[in-house]
């Protein structure tokens, strides 16, 4: 999956930005791991829609 990359990706810019740090305000493991699997759920249900909205006018053309 691309969870593993992704969050070591974005630990390594948050380390360079200096907000990996959760005592002044940064973000630590465990929250920037849940944010990176909500982002790919929420994406993965919103091309799931698209998807079924595409469908759904190319049978609507279909039928006119």
Do not use: W
Not at 31 to 39: C, D, N, P, R, S
Not at 40 to 54: A, M, N, P, S, Y
């Amino acid at each position: 999956t691309a969870l593993g990359p992704l969050v070591l990706l974005l630990k390594d810019f948050l380390t360079k930005k200096r907000l990996n740090n959760v005592f002044t305000g940064g973000l630590g493991s465990y929250a920037l791991t849940l944010l990176v699997i909500f982002h790919l759920e929420v994406r993965q249900l919103i091309d799931f829609v698209l998807l079924k909205d595409q469908e759904s006018h190319a049978r609507l053309q279909c039928v006119s």
